[in-house]
């Protein structure tokens, strides 16, 4: 089975800390994801990567930035995290479009 | 830009009665269309995916979604809705060299006894 393992499922952290999310895939896919969910915005890409450093901004990219330097793994980066920053982050991996979802990260920020 | 618009925020159902999900798209060429399927405090799952060829495609747990170009739709339907169905349904799409893959908003089924 295709295993994508997002590093925390629970996360609290202060305004203004560097946050880091990390998200492992094992089926050696080329494409991997970012995405927020919020109540009745769906999911909202952040940013993506279709190769070892290769990142392209989502539609959310503002406060956000990205790490691919192994091919398994895709880091999201919360540069100083801010109160609107909490949500639940998504980290995906895809190939031919079919995506695996790891649990996801339900972030707070205080 | 390409964009995933699912009109309905939320649905409620009888069990055993039939369900349609609607799905419309932008996006200047064909796509990849996919839906998936949210149930609480669960991971996303795919239900079916959509390439090219037939227009009608099946999916896991007796879902099937119908592309109409004309329309640029990808609506999702259940013949006979089961209680277990309740969940959040998103609708993707998949754009470009780059893969992007993006969803809409939504939609959350309730269904009732």
């Known amino acids: 089975d295709v295993k994508v393992t997002q590093s925390s499922r629970y996360l609290v952290k202060r305004t203004g800390e560097k946050v880091f999310l990390e998200c492992v895939q094992d089926?050696?896919?080329?494409?991997m994801f970012w995405y927020r969910q919020d109540p009745g915005l769906g999911l909202r890409l952040i940013y993506f990567?279709?190769?070892?450093?290769?990142?392209e901004k989502g539609d959310i990219p503002e406060g956000y930035s990205v790490s691919r330097e192994k091919k398994e793994r895709f880091s999201l980066i919360l540069e100083s995290a801010s109160t609107n920053q909490t949500s639940m982050y998504l980290c995906a991996s895809s190939v031919r479009g079919e995506a695996f979802f790891g649990q996801g990260t339900r972030l707070t920020v205080v | 830009a390409q964009s995933v618009t699912q009109p309905d925020i939320h649905i409620t159902v009888s069990e055993g009665a039939s369900l349609e999900l609607r799905c419309n798209y932008s996006?200047?060429?064909?796509?990849?269309l996919f839906w998936y399927v949210q149930s609480p405090g669960q991971g996303l799952q795919l239900l079916l995916k959509y390439f090219s060829g037939d227009t009608l495609v099946q999916g896991i747990k007796g879902f099937e979604a119908e592309f109409k170009r004309s329309q640029s739709s990808f609506n999702l339907r259940k013949p006979s809705v089961h209680w277990s169905d309740a969940a959040e349904y998103f609708c993707g799409l998949e754009t470009g060299t780059a893969s992007k893959l993006t969803f809409g908003t939504g939609t959350r089924l309730q269904v009732t006894l």
């Open positions: 089926m050696d896919h080329e494409n």
């Open positions: 990567s279709y190769d070892v450093k290769m990142k």
């Open positions: 996006y200047g060429a064909t796509p990849y």
